[in-house]
């Protein structure tokens, strides 16, 4: 009971020498007051784990110290013992229970009772600061579990997109591209709106990776996702890498013009890399066939169905020549419009 203090007030000095000589405990500190006054004010000084209060004092009594202590947030809880060697009448004692009094002893006191009932308080007070001494260990690990679980939020976090992105090129992958369109075909769907989907197929790509490696031609499909994301301005708009040399772009509230827009800007940005290709059918450089799907989807239409009208649409791109586009606008009439 390291640092313990028990307070003993009392007006006559030898009273006060006497109850520090029953109460030399180790590890107790007893702190002396002589008067009502001057134990309010060691109060502000000193946590005790009790108080002994004469009765009987001059000025301040201590049934008026004992309701002042009471009053006091600060030291409201601090036990305390009344000692006096008058007024044993029972009106007296209860008399300092109602003041604020968890026991009342008379003089001469009994050492032992006096040791009994001070060890009794002392243990309380022992066993508080072994509950507050826990109290706070446990209010530190919850701390420190809060700061895992938020540790732990934000890698979940960051693990979520990351298995939102393909590895090589930094953009949307196939699973997250699928279920976009999904929620872009429903939303178009309820508000019939148009919905626009573009794919879009790097020319001649395998024979540029035969020609001139892996590397370069991972390098070539990060260059390609870059410049065709910087066509994609809108916050609404979504590029994904579909597979392989295939990307493909999501564009809600987008009719024909404006899909067409889009993707001659892709266009220019692939011509603009300016990687050369001599492998390839379609010139000297590195190009891309667009096919594009825009309409007003109905209920019967899946996702799936608007892939493959744009796919439908590229394959033609393909036949054309490629480096061009083709736009898919029925798929129910099967109407392919050429370039314009």
């Known amino acids: 009971m390291n640092d313990v203090k028990v307070m003993i007030v009392d007006d006559r000095p030898e009273n006060l020498l006497a109850l520090e000589e ?5 590890d107790l500190a007893v702190i002396r007051a002589l008067s009502g006054n001057a134990a309010l004010a060691l ?11 004469d009765v009987q004092m001059p000025g301040m009594d201590g049934f008026e110290t004992a309701e002042l202590l009471r009053g006091n947030v600060r030291t409201r ?13 029972q009106r ?23 040791k009994n009932k ?57 699973r997250r591209f699928d279920e976009i369109l999904e929620d872009e075909r429903q939303r178009a769907l309820r508000s019939q709106t148009t919905l626009s989907l573009v794919l879009a197929d790097v020319d001649c790509f395998k024979d540029y990776n035969d020609h001139y490696g892996h590397v370069a031609g991972d390098a070539c499909l990060r260059g390609v ?26 564009l809600p509230d987008t009719g024909r013009p404006g899909a067409e827009l889009v993707v001659r800007q892709m266009r220019q940005a692939i011509r603009a890399m300016d990687i050369p290709h001599a492998y390839s059918s379609a010139g000297d450089r590195i190009t891309v066939s667009f096919g594009i799907c825009t309409l007003v989807p109905e209920k019967t239409l899946s996702g799936t169905a608007l ?6 649409a590229m394959y033609e791109a393909k036949l054309a020549g490629r480096d061009c586009y083709r736009i898919h606008t029925d798929i129910g009439g099967d109407v392919l419009l050429p370039t314009t």
Request: charged letters at 30%; glycine letters at 4%.
């Open 22 to 26: 029953l109460l030399d405990w180790p």
């Open 43 to 53: 109060t502000l000084d000193h946590n005790f784990a009790l108080i002994l209060l």
């Open 77 to 89: 809880s601090i036990p305390i013992i009344f000692v006096s060697a008058e007024n044993r009448e």
């Open 92 to 114: 007296h004692v209860f008399k300092g229970y109602d003041a604020g009094a968890v026991d009342y002893l008379v003089k001469p006191l009994d050492p032992r009772l006096l």
């Open 118 to 174: 001070v060890g009794v308080f002392l243990e309380l007070q022992r066993q508080r600061n072994e509950l507050q001494t826990k109290t706070m260990e446990l209010d530190a690990k919850i701390s420190e579990l809060e700061e895992l679980q938020k540790q732990l939020e934000e890698k979940n976090e960051q693990l979520k997109r990351l298995s939102c992105l393909d590895g090589l090129t930094g953009v949307i992958n196939r």
């Open 225 to 250: 996702a870059k410049a065709l994301s910087e066509t994609v301005r809108r916050h609404v708009d979504t590029l994904a890498r579909y597979g392989g040399e295939e990307f493909a772009a999501i």
């Open 307 to 312: 892939v493959q009208a744009a796919d439908k």
